[in-house]
Structure formats: C-alpha cells, structure tokens
C-alpha cells in the first residue's frame, strides 16, 4: 500500500547499520527520476517504524524537498510500504538488521558483530543461535562475537552465587534471584570450594585483595569473606583494621570503605560489626528491613553470619538486597528465621525539599510521615516483629533524637521510640551512645548553628532488645 512519506517514523534505536549512506540516497534518488521501481519499505505494524528501505525512504524526502524540480518531486510523496509484525521477544534491531540480509545492501561483518554485541550486552542470556539465524551468519561466527560477554556473564552470576550462598540463602532464593535453575545452582556451588582455595592461596602469596577481586572478577568483598575464613571473630576484626571498643560509647571517625556505599543516612560498617560482635554469633541469621545500600550485607559477609536484607529503594542494583516495604506490607516471613533484626530507619522529618531524588531519600521514606503517624508506624510493625521471631531473637535499633526548634510541636526522643519498643514486648537490655562523628558535620553547617544559637544533633542511639 502507498503511505506518506511523512508518516514514517525513523528510529535510530533500531537502524541496523552503523550510519546511512548519502552516495546510496543520492543513486536511488536518481533511478527513481529515471522510472525505476523499487521494493516496498516496511514499516512495524500500528507503530509505523520504519524497519527496512531507510535508503529508499530518504530518498524519496530528498526529491520531494529539492527545489530545482519545482514542484515536481511532489509525485514522490508516497512511498510503496509492507507491514510486519515484530515476533514476540526478538529485538526490534535484530528484525530489521534481518530484513536487510535478504537483500543486495547486507550489512557488513562489522555492522552484524556490533549488533550482535549490543543485544548480547542488554541480554546475555539471549541465545546466539536465534541471533546467527536473523543475521545471516553461522552460529560458530556469532558465538565467536560474544564470547568474552557470555563468559564475562558466568562470572558475574558465579559472583553473585557465592555472596548469596555465603550469606546463607537457600538455592532456590539464589536461583529466584539469578535466573537459571536449582540444579545449575548446585554444580555451580561444587566448583566454589576449590575457587575459594585458589583464592586464599593467592592472597597467601601477598597479592592485595583489591588485584585479587580484579584477577577473578568478584566483588572485594567476597574476596575478603574468603580470606576471613576460619577466624574467629576478633581477628576478623582485628584483619578489617576495626579495633574493638568494648564500653557502651562507640565512636567512629568515618564509614569503612569495604561496608556498603554512598547514601542517605549511611552508618559506618565498624557500628555493624560492633553489634555482631557482641550481640550474635558467627552463623546468625540477621535481618535489615532498611538495607539502604547494603552495609549490613557487607559486614555479614565479613564475619560469617546470613543475612536477609530488604529495601524499598533500588537504586544500587545489588542481587542481595530485596525490594520489599515494611511500611506498607509489613515484615518479609523470612524475619522469622533471624537471630538478629538490625533496624536502622530513616529518622523523623530526616527527609526535606533539599535531599529527594537521585542522590537522596526517596518517595515512600517514614521520614516523611507525620510525627503521630511516624511514631505509630514503630509501634504496630515492633509489635508484628515480636509477635513472628523466634524465643531469643535480638533487635538492635538505631535512632536519633528530634527536637523542634520551634517549640510548636513535641520533640521525638530516645525514651519515645523506648517505651513503644517496651510496649511492643521487647526486653531492652542495653543502651549504647553511638554518636555522629563530628567530621560528618560541614563547618558551614556549625556556623549556622553557634550564630542561631541552636544545638546540632550528634547523638545516636542504640538499643539492643530481646524477645
């Protein structure tokens, strides 16, 4: 059918070849002059991307546009056009990178290889087989394209597999998460304690970790789970570099770099450890339920405890941190396997106009919640965790005070969140000052407090209960 060349939607997106050529254009321009006929474009069905002809389309803008015709170009307004329907999971670049191989003008080696490439990069699982068919090349030729990205792709999930496994997932989780099956789950696992040995052995030899994580493409972390393995606690710590502060203030000058990364309201890694220290021991089951980008995660990794960590923001993309929402669906049924609930939640009013967004917290954070509702949010979902964990079980919870400064509303204090946490049935059996270091605090900000007379917030709050 005859469609308006105007109709035609170009994606760049989609086109299969590395650029256009105007020396075609120009040649189709001039046969089409001369009376030529040529095959119809084709166009995606209800979407009219354009698919295949880009070079006879463009050439039929070009007369339509060129003024020494006058007038006359306007014959070319319509263009001949097929319709076809995308198949069901093929990228629509590999279609139409298909369509031009049933024709003379064939996409080059190189064009077919980047292609190639980029849906191999988006989608790694995707079968290169299905790929050499639309292509035009052998399967030999497109698995020799992809072949460092499948095999950079089974390192990563061999990555993730060992950090889930040593974190005390089941393989089924580890499976959910991955994409492939139990049993492929399993052989993997076998091949891990011969992988840990070869890594510890490297590091016998004084390699840095760091190089070592690079050499076998796994995460710093995990690199140091395996050295740490068969250490007691304290000379884990003591191989972290985190001297051990056996009083009830705990001080730290900055977040260790190996334990979680940027974001908001980010505690040090060292906080964690001192609570697995001396609240748990190695193989506990411990749970975050505000994970944030995973600090909790991290220091379980380090000394050898499971951990199941939840979050509502995703931004960081780690295959260890599940979304789920407390606040609106209360707790994940996995809380009632922890021997240990780590709760450090956004504190009152923490969220404002100045740190939303991409960088700060997110649409959804109690932060925002009103004083009685934020307050009430604690109590029913404290009251719901004591009610499903099991005879034992710890909750460590970190807070912060909240004063108003304007003196219109009640402030929000440690003996607030204390008495809700009695009322919900917990035990509080210690109380531990873990104050913000005051190089968190920018000097501008001190200014601002000494001339308005005002107090900065510093003080934190640990309490550990028992059920």
């Known amino acids: 059918m005859k469609i308006n060349i105007t109709s035609v939607k170009f994606d760049g997106a989609i086109y299969p070849r590395g650029k256009p050529s105007t020396t075609i254009v120009e040649e189709y321009a001039d046969a089409l002059l001369a009376g030529n006929i040529f095959p119809p474009i084709i166009l995606e069905s209800g979407t009219n991307r354009l698919l295949d002809g880009y070079h006879r389309w463009k050439a039929h803008k070009r007369l339509v546009e060129q003024p020494e015709l006058n ?86 999930q061999r990555a993730v597999i060992m950090r889930l496994d040593r974190l005390g997932w089941t393989q089924e989780e580890v499976a959910q998460v991955v994409g492939v099956t139990q049993g492929r789950i399993a052989q993997i696992l076998l091949e891990m304690p011969e992988l840990a040995k070869l890594i510890k052995s490297v590091l016998a030899s004084g390699i840095p970790h760091l190089e070592v994580a690079e050499r076998f493409n796994l995460p710093l972390q995990v690199v140091w789970a395996i050295d740490l393995d068969g250490r007691d606690d304290a000379d884990r710590l003591d191989r972290l570099g985190i001297k051990v502060q056996p009083y009830d203030v705990w001080q730290f000058a900055k977040c260790h770099d190996l334990f979680g990364s940027q974001h908001p309201g980010r505690i040090p890694g060292e906080l964690v450890a001192h609570v697995l220290y001396f609240f748990s021991q190695p193989g506990d089951v411990v749970m975050d339920p505000m994970a944030g980008s995973g600090t909790t995660p991290d220091v379980c990794l380090a000394m050898g405890r499971k951990c199941y960590a939840y979050d509502i923001d995703d931004r960081h993309g780690r295959n260890d941190i599940m979304t789920h929402n407390v606040a609106l669906n209360g707790w994940h049924e996995r809380v009632k396997k922890a021997d240990l609930i780590f709760w450090d939640p956004p504190y009152f009013e923490k969220m404002d106009s100045l740190n939303i967004g991409e960088d700060g917290y ?54 607030d969140y204390a008495d ?29 407090f000494r001339k308005s007379r005002r107090l900065a917030r510093l003080e934190r709050y640990l309490l550990v209960c028992e059920s």
């Open 71 to 156: 007038g006359q170009g306007e014959q070319f307004s319509e263009i001949d056009a097929d319709f076809h329907i995308i198949p069901e999971g093929i990228p629509p670049k590999l279609y139409a990178a298909s369509l031009s191989s049933k024709h003379g003008h064939r996409l080059t080696s190189g064009e077919t290889k980047d292609l190639a490439r980029e849906i191999c990069e988006a989608n790694p699982d995707f079968a290169a087989q299905v790929i050499a068919e639309y292509v035009g090349r052998s399967r030999q030729t497109v698995d020799g394209y992809v072949s460092d990205i499948k095999g950079r792709r089974k390192e990563q």
């Open 362 to 415: 997110i649409d959804g954070s109690i932060s925002k919640l009103s004083r009685d509702e934020y307050l009430s949010f604690f109590e029913t979902r404290l009251t719901e965790a004591r009610a499903q964990v099991k005879k034992g079980a710890r909750l460590a919870f970190l807070m912060s005070d909240w004063d108003d400064n304007t003196g219109k509303r009640q402030g929000v204090f440690i003996w």
């Open 420 to 448: 809700i946490i009695r009322r919900a049935g917990w035990h509080i059996v210690r109380h531990i000052q873990v104050p913000l270091s005051t190089q968190q605090v920018h000097p501008d900000i001190v200014n601002k």
